[in-house]
């Protein structure tokens, strides 16, 4: 309970020391990060979870995510991840520095504006500097432009109309065909009593 409960007032104290209504919102790995920085009875369990992403190769470009991934295993290597990246920046660049990256969160600036301000560089080059201390691979962003939408093909309606014309689909006539009258059936005929 106290693990829980130190987590959800560290999200209150930081979401009133940066809240501003006109900027975005914060991005949940940083909130999260936070909170679990906060948490005074943290588990191994967050740990762990780093650590099976690090060495399965999964380890998620959070800091470029708005919000939290779908699949429970992921959120568990999501929060791992959101802790270590937060006790990467408070311990290799102190906690001044983490405190004027969330005035410029407050102030509106956007993440990569933020972390260039208060670290030097963007968020590629800070991720890429925490994913080295954790032994995981380099993040490579995917190329904006190899990675347009596709269309989705979709079928060509004609005109259609009742008298044929050139470049239009005729309805066919709905004229049924003659029926056939049944014709009687022959009635036997009754055979007298004797």
Not at 64 to 93: C, H, N, T
Not at 109 to 116: I, M
């Amino acid at each position: 309970a106290l693990g829980t409960t130190s987590h959800e007032i560290t999200h209150i104290i930081i979401h009133r020391a940066t809240y501003n209504p006109t900027a975005q919102n914060m991005p949940s790995w940083l909130s999260e990060g936070l909170a679990e920085f906060g948490n005074l009875h943290q588990t191994v369990g967050y740990d762990l979870a780093l650590e099976f992403a690090v060495n399965t190769d999964r380890v998620l470009p959070i800091m470029f995510m708005r919000g939290q991934p779908s699949k429970g295993e992921d959120i568990i290597i999501f929060y791992g991840q959101a802790r270590s990246i937060i006790r990467w920046l408070v311990g290799a660049f102190g906690p001044d520095k983490m405190t004027e990256f969330l005035s410029y969160i407050k102030r509106g600036d956007d993440l990569d504006e933020a972390f260039t301000n208060a670290y030097g560089g963007d968020r590629v080059a800070v991720s890429n500097l925490w994913r080295e201390t954790i032994g995981a691979i380099e993040y490579v962003p995917p190329s904006t432009e190899t990675s347009k939408p596709t269309p989705v093909p979709q079928r060509t309606l004609g005109l259609f109309s009742l008298t044929p014309q050139a470049g239009v689909q005729t309805i066919g006539s709905q004229q049924s065909e003659p029926t056939a009258t049944p014709s009687p059936t022959p009635q036997p005929t009754p055979t007298p009593i004797t």
